[in-house]
């Protein structure tokens, strides 16, 4: 298994403002990804956190709103951009490819942010 | 498309066995996840199934067939700690890309 670390767990944000979240993994995964949870929702896939490359972003996100970095098989950084209230939400770490032979995904705990 | 149906909320009792079936349409297949999400915690891996067939884990069970693109989670001998959300996850070829169903809320009473 891996334990991820995610920060900040919170924040409250003004709109029009951008904010950073990081990701550590406790050891080299293979695959990173970032997910969205809004309150009372599902997760969405936001995009794949590529090692050394641009992420891979799923339909309806762009790389000017939510640039991803990942300098490394550990860590990882997801940006919003350019806040507004509708980004309110919570914003999931994940990883696999841990020395599993199911490839099942593990969870930072998740940084909540309020827009205002 | 992608498209994961699950049932929005269930109801059962405590000792009881419950099912939650899910239903996907993909566009390719390298597996299948259960996850629990307990309220304002992240999602926790519970099964795996990738060929068809019946998957057991103690009190939890997972089926898969793939012709008919359906799932369901099993919980047998159920308990109040098992109130939570029980997510489908179908992982798509080539990688680990991974897409959730909108979740099941669990209710288990006394």
């Known amino acids: 298994s891996a334990v991820i670390s995610q920060k900040p767990s919170r924040d409250i944000c003004q709109r029009g403002t951008s904010l950073t979240i990081q990701c550590q993994v406790d050891?080299?995964?293979?695959?990173m990804f970032w997910y969205r949870q809004q309150p009372g929702q599902s997760l969405t896939l936001i995009a794949t956190?590529?090692?050394?490359?641009?992420?891979?972003?799923e339909s309806g996100f762009v790389i000017d709103k939510f640039p991803i970095s990942r300098p490394n098989l550990t860590f990882s950084t997801l940006t919003v951009s350019n806040m507004s209230p509708e980004d309110s939400s919570i914003y999931l770490c994940?990883?696999?490819?841990?020395?599993?032979?199911?490839?099942?995904?593990?969870f930072g705990e998740g940084s909540r942010l309020t827009v205002l | 498309g992608q498209n994961i149906d699950q049932p929005t909320e269930m109801t059962a009792t405590e000792g009881a066995i419950v099912q939650i079936n899910c239903t996907y349409q993909?566009?390719?297949?390298?597996?299948l996840f259960w996850y629990q999400q307990h309220a304002g915690e992240a999602p926790t891996f519970l099964s795996y199934?990738?060929?068809?067939g019946l998957e057991e884990k103690g009190r939890f069970s997972s089926f898969l067939s793939r012709s008919k693109g359906y799932s369901y989670l099993l919980l047998k001998e159920l308990q109040m700690k098992d109130s939570a959300s029980y997510l489908c996850?179908?992982?798509?070829?080539?990688?680990?890309?991974?897409?959730f169903g909108a979740g099941t809320r669990l209710f288990v009473k006394a």
């Open positions: 994940s990883a696999a490819g841990t020395g599993s032979n199911t490839g099942e995904l593990f």
């Open positions: 956190a590529n090692q050394g490359s641009e992420a891979t972003y």
């Open positions: 993909t566009s390719g297949f390298n597996g």
């Open positions: 199934n990738v060929l068809d």
């Open positions: 050891s080299q995964v293979t695959m």
């Open positions: 996850a179908v992982r798509g070829p080539g990688g680990f890309k991974t897409i």
